[in-house]
């Protein structure tokens, strides 16, 4: 089987872009730039939710956004007109983002000149989970439609994030998703995530986030 | 940057998977064993289609099913309960399947002894629809909450995909999905997509979808 031979390949990619990680996070805090990498399925509301965070900080922090996407322009443009600066990184047939993309992600706008730069990862549970960015904080949404049960099915997702967000809160009256059952199997595989209840349509506890957001560039500054 | 040394060794992958799926292939029509791919976003309801097909279909076909996952069983049971044979595959860091694991699958579960084979694909729009799987047909699911904008940004999955299962219907009136909208950009890719609007949960226009299932087995064999 050719599995083998790709995990190999794998391996190598994963200990250099480690390494080329570690450099661009130490860069970033000389440079006092917090940057956030935001991973989720597709469609589960990331743009949304940075459209909704921006309406709260953008008067108090320099803020600017990296887009991923395989294919468009679609949310680089959603982003720039609510008034930050925006750039897209194209990735092709790449399904994560590796800490040399982030770095000419950076490059192109200016990360110095900002206070908090979002990463907007490419709508994926698996791939983004295995490449280390170089961000200084994770985070992670999941919408309550894809279901409680995908901490068993993604657990490296919802170890290395460092808040979850979980988005939608609004279907939840439509769906059998049940916040307890969630919360056990994410505290299962990670004790001390923190989880957040939200709704990007509706701005519910997206206050919460945006505190959260505040203290942690606070903090890092 | 490392991205050019990784699409190299991606290309590698691809053009010994083509060969390999191509071969898989010519071995499903001699056995006259129909295999569908089925292909989507994390949570946007493969299993419950399938626990649906099941149900209309066991009767008259003898049915299996390859669940494939990054690290659970939780699938394959529940399939497993609803009285057909299911084998699970554990991708491992692996976000898609190719043709040599698929083989490997249909090895474990004896494909010559069914009609029709399901693979329950990786939850992820990208990778998947970068891999002949080997397949006879490639279905995709996209649910409503993920919005009518993801043909836009993941155009391979829709291209390589032979019908669309629009689900979750029955939350469109929580959401500002537009069915035109959709329609026209997945159209705009692929003018002879199949496109069915279903509901897995309510079963809504399952029946269309069981009935396709049975004139592609039957048009087949």
Redesign the interface.
């Known amino acids: ?3 083998v ?3 190999q ?2 391996e190598n ?1 994963l200990s ?2 480690d390494q ?1 990680a570690g450099q661009l996070r130490e860069k970033l805090r000389a440079e006092k730039t917090f940057v956030i990498n935001l991973m989720a ?4 509301g990331k743009t949304s939710l940075l459209l909704q965070t921006i309406r709260r900080l953008k008067d108090e922090l320099r803020i600017g956004v990296i887009e991923a ?4 322009v ?1 949310d680089a443009e959603k982003i720039r007109n609510s008034g930050v600066a925006a750039v897209q990184l194209r990735t ?4 994560h983002l ?1 800490a ?2 982030v770095q ?1 992600g950076l490059e192109g706008i200016g990360s110095k000149d900002f206070d908090l730069i979002f990463i907007e990862n ?6 983004p989970a ?1 490449f280390d960015t170089g961000a200084i904080k994770n985070a992670m949404i999941l ?1 309550v ?3 409680d ?2 901490p ?5 997702m919802f170890t290395v994030s460092d808040i979850l967000l979980v988005n ?1 809160t ?2 939840i009256h ?1 769906t059998d998703f049940d916040m307890a059952v969630l919360r056990k199997h994410v505290l299962g595989l990670h004790p001390d995530m923190e989880i957040l209840e939200v709704s990007a349509k509706t701005g519910d506890n997206i206050d919460l986030w945006a505190d959260w957001v505040r203290r942690a560039v606070k903090n890092f500054s």
Chains 1, 2 share one sequence.
């Not at 996407?69 to 468009?72: L, Q």
């Not at 490419?122 to 791939?127: A, F, I, K, P």
Request: overall charge negative.
């Open positions: 089987m050719e599995e031979k790709l995990i390949i794998k990619i250099d872009n080329a399925s597709p469609g589960a996407d395989i294919d468009s679609v092709g047939g790449f399904c590796d040399a993309m000419a490419v709508g994926n549970l698996v791939c295995e919408s439609p894809e279901g049960d995908k068993l099915k993604y657990p490296l939608k609004d279907m439509m």
